[in-house]
């Protein structure tokens, strides 16, 4: 069913991806579904990107289709959801690192289902995340970051969140393409997610009362 939408959107057809994911809105597709298919043509647009065969601005593009498709779905999902707000969460890309395609899905899922999100944006240093959880008090904070040298970036930015006296009261979750086991350990985060959906999983199991 979402076959033509991933194959669209791999192939950079703009315009035939978008209507092929309102046609699939319309038909009464799961929104979730619709954005795991969003989710697998990015895997192979990275990849196309990796081989040499994409540039940066396919990838531009690409990222362009996944926003465009996300608004789409975001008021439909919201106005079901919209009673079940469950707890805050602060989503960032740390320091040095600006890829950010995963954590807008992964701020997407959350705020579709009733989570209140603040999303401070990409190369964030440990400061920024320290002022913003003062000010905006979130149960849950998770860090983004693909690149090697961001696990150093998430390792002082938990480090400055736990110098700020700010530890016990918050579940730090942390997320991209490389992240491992592994990383967890290195950073001192409480958990690692591979993808959004478990993100959202380990969200709802930590606040959002499942
Ligand atoms: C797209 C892309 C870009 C785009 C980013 C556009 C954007 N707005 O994000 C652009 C072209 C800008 C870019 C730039 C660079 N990139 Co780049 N990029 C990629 C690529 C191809 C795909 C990443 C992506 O969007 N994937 C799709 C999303 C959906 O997946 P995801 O991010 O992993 O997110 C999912 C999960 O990980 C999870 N998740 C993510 N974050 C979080 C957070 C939390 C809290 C949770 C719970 C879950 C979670 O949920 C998401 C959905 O399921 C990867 C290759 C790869 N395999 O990852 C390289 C890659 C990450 N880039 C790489 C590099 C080297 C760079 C550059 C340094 C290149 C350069 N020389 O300029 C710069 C980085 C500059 C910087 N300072 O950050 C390397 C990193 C190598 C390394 N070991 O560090 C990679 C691995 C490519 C490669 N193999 O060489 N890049």
Excluded at 133 to 142: A, M
Excluded at 146 to 164: D, G, P, V, W
């Amino acid at each position: 069913m979402t076959e033509s939408l991933i194959h669209t959107m791999v192939e950079m057809q703009e315009a035939e991806a978008l209507q092929r994911a309102k046609q699939l809105l319309d038909e009464g597709t799961d929104p979730l579904t619709i954005l795991k298919a969003c989710s697998t043509a990015m895997e192979t647009v990275g990849k196309r990107f990796e081989s040499g065969e994409y540039f940066l601005p396919n990838l531009m593009l690409a990222g362009e289709m996944l926003k465009q498709i996300s608004e789409m779905i975001k008021p439909l999902v919201r106005e079901e959801k919209i009673e079940a707000e469950r707890g805050r969460v602060l989503l960032g890309t740390v320091k040095g690192d600006i890829h950010d395609i995963g954590k807008n899905i992964v701020t997407f899922l959350l705020e579709t289902n009733g989570f209140e999100v603040r999303d401070i944006g990409i190369d964030q240093p440990p400061e920024k995340f320290v002022e913003a959880i003062e000010d905006f008090q979130p149960r849950v904070v998770g860090l983004s970051g693909l690149l090697t040298l961001a696990f150093e970036s998430m390792k002082e930015t938990i480090q400055a969140i736990e110098a700020a006296g700010l530890r016990e009261e918050i579940r730090i979750m942390i997320g991209g393409a490389q992240v491992t086991e592994k990383v967890k350990e290195y950073t001192g985060a409480d958990a690692y997610s591979p993808d959004a959906v478990a993100g959202l999983r380990l969200t709802k199991r930590w606040i959002g009362g499942q």
